[in-house]
């Protein structure tokens, strides 16, 4: 159906743009103004022009050197967490239950680490990694390997990674398995009549149905693990050193830590500007893939929510295969 | 192609135990040759796609076997029954082209890639899709979609059977047509053995030549299309086909005469004395009733209405309590409501507890 | 056909990688230190309640539940609230600059919390909301009433429109068709967005730390109290943490009906 061109709808949006507006713009004005600026302290602000937004991109300064080294850990941390929790998440959702409590009971754990606050998981791996009192730390030194995330790079990072695995692979496998229930029985029973084997009817059927879900999940996955903040800071601080330093990370040393605000600023910003286009690809790739649905009606329902109960729409689709 | 025998075939999902009233397709047994078209013909609920499921394989009978070609194929997976099916909903593989999506059970059986592609050329002509072999099937509209899955089917040189789940529910209605004359000329064309089901009755009269009406889980009538609309084996089938439906009245029986409200229609054949306990009925259907203007002689009616269906109209009237749909002859002018009504004895028949009674000679 | 061999393995494997460190932080929770300290033990060998009954006997400690609380809930209804005509209007209409709107909200979804700590900091303290549960709901704000927009929206659109001319026919006015027939058509999508408002303002750290120090600190952020001189206090701390999975595992077990369906919106 066409939307209807109403500007009267203004009025409508307009306590969301002003809540938003004023915890986004007003903010943002002041990052932008701090970041042109240097402080000594005692709110005396000298003005910096783009000196900040150079010396962050000139790896051989001080400031850039730790955006840079920062931004190259949590790159990588990202595409770690991406090929371990999408392939992972995947194989969950499709070895959840069919039916049955056992569905109920699975989604509920699934659930529970996302409705976790975020410095608690930190603490929870804190205490499960530590050789003296942790589960997994004391049997890993006990079978004679030598773990210490506070110490070792290598743990830290296996830490931490193992922590995020822990933390978000349930979103991802949550959404597929949201995308798996919405495929209609028939397709299955069509793959069974066309004789295709498990792995067909997963590239066949399953992956492309979850190809949007996924799309949703890589993205927020990457988005999420960029902006990581708590739990590294919880576990190992950043550290040891500075291995786990994340961007998030030195950026609030920076802000909070030292009161730099001109780096700080400077740093939000150009931070803020990469999410910003990955979230506008996203976003475009996303409508996209919308406008593709429109133009395929017979998946169109798939990913609508049904009409609340009693209003179906009067017509031939009977509610059930309606999801067709 | 084969032959299909039902055996004693009966399905209840909640399991064998299950009362029989409950069962959702009752015990049936009957025998489809090799190379028919039959329709599965009834309203929601009266356990055709349960029948359809079985045959196919989706679901496994509570009771009884299934034979194709003599041969008890119950216990096999649908993937070894060898039949092909059109579901209500058309099943396309998004991420193939055309092309890709016919060759999918070809593949998926390891025949040769040569072979394949023959074929996948021969079906796509057959069913005009040529043309789109190299699109995204999931650009498509919905009847070359139906075309598609129906494809999938056929592709195989060795299915057994092909059918059909209501499958033009998502059609067009002016696409209906078509497709529907296509499939006729496919069944022509292929001998292969069809089964469609569907509660549209045009569907199954125009799709099939042999019709199975089913109700409430059981089997009511097979036969072909005249014989279900001439001698309706009960009253539901009498009901459920033709439009408007047969009617059906009350009426006291002996003999070969029917009396309704006190007045006497005489009937083609002897049906003596019928046994006392159960109801009596006739029925006729509407074509074979002539509203006249009120003669002496006649069974007096009520004209409530006229319906004028194009070329031919309809009376709707009303005998005492007994309602009746009946054929306005051409030149008929009504003289205000009353009216009387011409029977065609050939066409009256006599129903006991809804079941068709045969008279003697 | 739709779950893979080995699914009972895989999923038991899983849930018990999902479940262990949890246990862990709940059979810690119920040692004493000494025992913690001193041996490992798989379950605790002298349970204690001490610590869970310091938490809720100590103010500084279980008012630190009820800020969280607070902010949780008055964040949560803000979005609805004011998320809900909005939705609407996406839903419904075209009008000027709104496509580039509904990106712009969603962009701030993305937003790093860390880059907004310090500018809400002086601006809270300048409007002088700094610690008030009012800041840490305003702020939570920025990333939750995008989110319940774009899932509010998805579940109005699943609204036949008949709907709206039909009521408006009926001489509904427009705020009594909204609450009267609108609301309560889409409440399960409005349990839905709340259920993830309240997880992500529950969850988030970072934003509520920075804007409060004493009056409205969150339990999060009373938990690192458990560092003092005497080394760390870990039976406290592992009692507090769990205390802090307890709302969210009840919420969940509410809507665990709901879940897959939420998720399946695609518009987490």
């Given at each position: 159906?066409?939307?209807?061109?109403?500007?009267?709808?203004?009025?409508?949006?307009?306590?969301?743009?002003?809540?938003?507006?004023?915890?986004?713009?007003?903010?943002?004005?002041?990052?932008?103004?701090?970041?042109?600026?240097?402080?000594?302290?005692?709110?005396?602000?000298?003005?910096?022009?783009?000196?900040?937004?150079?010396?962050?991109?000139?790896?051989?300064?001080?400031?850039?050197?730790?955006?840079?080294?920062?931004?190259?850990?949590?790159?990588?941390?990202?595409?770690?967490?991406?090929?371990?929790?999408?392939?992972?998440?995947?194989?969950?959702?499709?070895?959840m239950p069919r039916e049955g409590w056992s569905v109920a009971a699975?989604?509920?754990?699934?659930?529970?680490?996302?409705?976790?606050?975020?410095?608690?998981?930190?603490?929870?791996?804190?205490?499960?990694?530590?050789?003296?009192?942790?589960?997994?730390?004391?049997?890993?030194?006990?079978?004679?390997?030598?773990?210490?995330?506070?110490?070792?790079?290598?743990?830290?990072?296996?830490?931490?990674?193992?922590?995020?695995?822990?933390?978000?692979?349930?979103?991802?496998?949550?959404?597929?398995?949201?995308?798996l229930k919405s495929i209609p029985d028939a397709y299955y029973q069509a793959a069974q009549i066309d004789g295709a084997?498990r792995?067909?009817v997963?590239?066949?059927i399953?992956?492309?149905?979850?190809?949007?879900?996924?799309?949703?999940?890589?993205?927020?996955?990457?988005?999420?693990?960029?902006?990581?903040?708590?739990?590294?800071?919880?576990?190992?601080?950043?550290?040891?050193?500075?291995?786990?330093?994340?961007?998030?990370?030195?950026?609030?040393?920076?802000?909070?830590?030292?009161?730099?605000?001109?780096?700080?600023?400077?740093?939000?910003?150009?931070?803020?500007?990469?999410?910003?286009?990955?979230?506008?690809?996203?976003?475009?790739?996303?409508?996209?893939?919308?406008?593709?649905?429109?133009?395929?009606?017979?998946?169109?329902a798939?990913?609508?929510?049904k009409p609340?109960a009693g209003l179906k729409p009067v017509g031939v689709l009977k509610p059930k295969e309606g999801v067709a | 192609m084969a032959r299909i025998d039902l055996v004693d075939l009966a399905h209840s999902y909640g399991g064998n135990a299950a009362p029989p009233e409950s069962f959702a397709l009752k015990p049936v047994t009957m025998t489809w040759r090799q190379g028919g078209a039959y329709a599965l013909l009834g309203p929601s609920g009266c356990g055709k796609t349960t029948l359809l499921n079985l045959i196919s394989g989706i679901v496994t009978p509570s009771r009884g076997k299934i034979l194709f070609n003599g041969k008890d194929i119950t216990p096999l997976s649908t993937q070894k029954r060898n039949i092909a099916q059109v579901f209500q909903f058309p099943v396309?593989?998004?991420?193939?082209?055309?092309?890709?999506?016919?060759?999918?059970p070809?593949?998926?059986?390891?025949?040769?890639?040569?072979?394949?592609?023959?074929?996948?050329?021969?079906?796509?002509?057959?069913?005009?899709?040529?043309?789109?072999?190299?699109?995204?099937?999931?650009?498509?509209?919905?009847?070359?979609?139906q075309?598609?899955s129906l494809?999938r089917g056929l592709?195989r040189?060795d299915v057994a059977a092909v059918l059909f789940d209501e499958p033009l529910t998502v059609i067009?209605?002016?696409?209906k047509?078509?497709l529907r004359?296509?499939l006729k000329?496919?069944h022509?064309?292929?001998?292969l053995t069809m089964i469609y089901v569907t509660h549209d009755q045009t569907e199954a009269l125009t799709f099939a030549d042999t019709v199975v009406v089913m109700h409430d889980g059981r089997v009511v009538q097979s036969g072909t299309p005249a014989e279900l609309f001439d001698k309706p084996a009960h009253t539901f089938v009498g009901y459920f086909i033709g439009s408007p439906g047969m009617n059906i009245v009350p009426a006291?029986v002996?003999?070969?005469?029917?009396?309704?409200?006190?007045?006497?229609?005489?009937?083609?054949?002897?049906y003596?004395?019928l046994p006392a306990g159960k109801k009596i009925e006739i029925g006729v259907r509407?074509?074979?009733?002539?509203?006249?203007?009120?003669?002496?002689?006649?069974?007096?009616?009520?004209?409530?209405?006229?319906?004028?269906?194009?070329?031919?109209?309809?009376?709707?009237?009303?005998?005492?309590?007994?309602k009746?749909?009946?054929?306005?002859?051409?030149?008929?002018?009504?003289?205000?409501?009353?009216?009387?009504?011409?029977?065609?004895?050939?066409?009256?028949h006599v129903y006991a507890d809804s079941h068709l009674v045969e008279g003697?000679? | 056909m739709h779950s893979?061999?080995?699914r009972r393995?895989?999923?038991?494997?899983?849930?018990?990688?999902?479940?262990?460190?949890?246990?862990?932080?709940?059979?810690?929770?119920?040692?004493?230190?000494?025992?913690?300290?001193?041996?490992?033990?798989?379950?605790?060998?002298?349970?204690?309640?001490?610590?869970?009954?310091?938490?809720?006997?100590?103010?500084?400690?279980?008012?630190?539940?009820?800020?969280?609380?607070?902010?949780?809930?008055?964040?949560?209804?803000?979005?609805?609230?004011?998320?809900?005509?909005?939705?609407?209007?996406?839903?419904?209409?075209?009008?000027?600059?709104?496509?580039?709107?509904?990106?712009?909200?969603?962009?701030?979804?993305?937003?790093?919390?860390?880059?907004?700590?310090?500018?809400?900091?002086?601006?809270?303290?300048?409007?002088?909301?700094?610690?008030?549960?009012?800041?840490?709901?305003?702020?939570?704000?920025?990333?939750?009433?995008?989110?319940?927009?774009?899932?509010?929206?998805?579940?109005?659109?699943?609204?036949?429109?008949?709907?709206?001319?039909?009521?408006?026919?009926?001489?509904?006015?427009?705020?009594?068709?909204?609450?009267?027939?609108?609301?309560?058509?889409?409440?399960?999508?409005?349990?839905?967005?709340?259920?993830?408002?309240?997880?992500?303002?529950?969850?988030?750290?970072?934003?509520?730390?920075?804007?409060?120090?004493?009056?409205?600190?969150?339990?999060?952020?009373?938990?690192?109290?458990?560092?003092?001189?005497?080394?760390?206090?870990?039976?406290?701390?592992?009692?507090?943490?769990?205390?802090?999975?307890?709302?969210?595992?009840?919420?969940?077990?509410?809507?665990?009906n709901?879940?897959a369906r939420?998720?399946?919106?695609?518009?987490?």
């Amino acid at each position: 159906m066409d939307k209807i061109v109403n500007q009267k709808a203004w009025f409508l949006v307009l306590p969301v743009f002003l809540v938003v507006a004023f915890s986004a713009i007003l903010p943002l004005m002041t990052v932008v103004n701090y970041s042109m600026q240097d402080t000594f302290g005692n709110n005396q602000f000298f003005w910096n022009g783009v000196g900040w937004f150079k010396e962050l991109l000139d790896p051989s300064t001080d400031l850039g050197g730790r955006f840079l080294a920062s931004l190259g850990r949590n790159l990588l941390f990202s595409a770690i967490i991406l090929t371990i929790q999408v392939p992972l998440g995947i194989v969950v959702a499709l070895s959840m239950p069919r039916e049955g409590w056992s569905v109920a009971a699975c989604l509920v754990i699934l659930a529970l680490p996302l409705l976790i606050p975020w410095n608690v998981v930190g603490t929870i791996w804190q205490i499960f990694g530590r050789p003296d009192i942790g589960l997994l730390g004391y049997t890993l030194n006990s079978l004679g390997i030598d773990y210490n995330y506070v110490s070792n790079d290598f743990d830290a990072w296996v830490t931490v990674i193992v922590m995020d695995v822990w933390h978000w692979t349930s979103l991802v496998a949550l959404l597929c398995y949201a995308g798996l229930k919405s495929i209609p029985d028939a397709y299955y029973q069509a793959a069974q009549i066309d004789g295709a084997s498990r792995w067909a009817v997963f590239r066949a059927i399953q992956l492309p149905k979850m190809n949007r879900v996924l799309l949703i999940a890589v993205l927020l996955r990457f988005m999420d693990s960029f902006m990581i903040y708590t739990e590294p800071f919880v576990v190992t601080g950043g550290g040891p050193g500075n291995s786990t330093t994340f961007v998030s990370i030195e950026l609030v040393k920076i802000a909070l830590g030292q009161f730099d605000l001109g780096k700080a600023a400077a740093l939000s910003l150009v931070y803020n500007l990469i999410i910003l286009i990955v979230c506008w690809v996203f976003y475009t790739v996303m409508t996209n893939a919308g406008a593709e649905r429109k133009a395929a009606p017979e998946s169109e329902a798939a990913l609508e929510p049904k009409p609340a109960a009693g209003l179906k729409p009067v017509g031939v689709l009977k509610p059930k295969e309606g999801v067709a | 192609m084969a032959r299909i025998d039902l055996v004693d075939l009966a399905h209840s999902y909640g399991g064998n135990a299950a009362p029989p009233e409950s069962f959702a397709l009752k015990p049936v047994t009957m025998t489809w040759r090799q190379g028919g078209a039959y329709a599965l013909l009834g309203p929601s609920g009266c356990g055709k796609t349960t029948l359809l499921n079985l045959i196919s394989g989706i679901v496994t009978p509570s009771r009884g076997k299934i034979l194709f070609n003599g041969k008890d194929i119950t216990p096999l997976s649908t993937q070894k029954r060898n039949i092909a099916q059109v579901f209500q909903f058309p099943v396309i593989y998004d991420t193939m082209t055309v092309g890709q999506n016919l060759a999918f059970p070809l593949n998926n059986r390891g025949v040769p890639k040569a072979e394949v592609e023959a074929r996948v050329r021969q079906i796509a002509d057959l069913l005009d899709l040529t043309p789109y072999l190299k699109r995204k099937a999931t650009r498509l509209t919905a009847d070359a979609k139906q075309k598609i899955s129906l494809g999938r089917g056929l592709v195989r040189s060795d299915v057994a059977a092909v059918l059909f789940d209501e499958p033009l529910t998502v059609i067009d209605p002016e696409l209906k047509w078509q497709l529907r004359s296509k499939l006729k000329a496919l069944h022509r064309e292929l001998d292969l053995t069809m089964i469609y089901v569907t509660h549209d009755q045009t569907e199954a009269l125009t799709f099939a030549d042999t019709v199975v009406v089913m109700h409430d889980g059981r089997v009511v009538q097979s036969g072909t299309p005249a014989e279900l609309f001439d001698k309706p084996a009960h009253t539901f089938v009498g009901y459920f086909i033709g439009s408007p439906g047969m009617n059906i009245v009350p009426a006291e029986v002996s003999g070969r005469e029917a009396r309704i409200d006190g007045h006497v229609i005489s009937l083609r054949r002897n049906y003596g004395v019928l046994p006392a306990g159960k109801k009596i009925e006739i029925g006729v259907r509407p074509e074979f009733v002539d509203v006249s203007p009120p003669t002496p002689g006649l069974l007096s009616a009520t004209i409530e209405r006229i319906d004028d269906l194009g070329r031919i109209q309809f009376a709707r009237v009303r005998v005492g309590d007994a309602k009746f749909a009946a054929r306005v002859p051409p030149g008929f002018t009504a003289s205000g409501n009353s009216a009387g009504l011409i029977f065609d004895p050939a066409h009256v028949h006599v129903y006991a507890d809804s079941h068709l009674v045969e008279g003697g000679a | 056909m739709h779950s893979i061999p080995g699914r009972r393995v895989i999923m038991a494997l899983f849930l018990i990688f999902l479940l262990l460190p949890i246990y862990w932080l709940v059979n810690m929770s119920f040692k004493t230190n000494s025992e913690i300290v001193s041996t490992m033990t798989l379950w605790p060998h002298t349970p204690t309640l001490q610590h869970y009954r310091r938490i809720f006997t100590d103010e500084s400690w279980y008012s630190g539940y009820i800020n969280s609380l607070e902010y949780v809930v008055l964040n949560t209804v803000i979005s609805i609230s004011v998320a809900l005509p909005a939705a609407y209007a996406f839903s419904r209409y075209r009008f000027l600059g709104d496509k580039h709107l509904f990106f712009w909200l969603l962009s701030n979804r993305m937003a790093p919390a860390a880059v907004y700590a310090l500018p809400f900091f002086n601006l809270y303290s300048a409007i002088g909301l700094f610690d008030t549960p009012w800041a840490v709901a305003l702020a939570h704000c920025i990333f939750n009433v995008p989110l319940a927009v774009w899932i509010l929206e998805g579940f109005v659109s699943g609204v036949p429109r008949e709907i709206d001319e039909t009521a408006f026919l009926d001489g509904y006015s427009f705020p009594r068709f909204f609450i009267k027939i609108l609301v309560p058509l889409i409440a399960s999508g409005i349990g839905v967005a709340a259920f993830f408002c309240f997880m992500f303002s529950w969850v988030e750290l970072l934003l509520a730390r920075t804007l409060t120090s004493v009056q409205a600190k969150p339990i999060a952020a009373i938990m690192t109290r458990t560092v003092s001189a005497a080394g760390m206090d870990w039976g406290l701390l592992a009692a507090a943490g769990v205390l802090t999975i307890i709302p969210g595992a009840l919420v969940i077990w509410f809507v665990r009906n709901y879940i897959a369906r939420g998720f399946a919106l695609g518009r987490v």
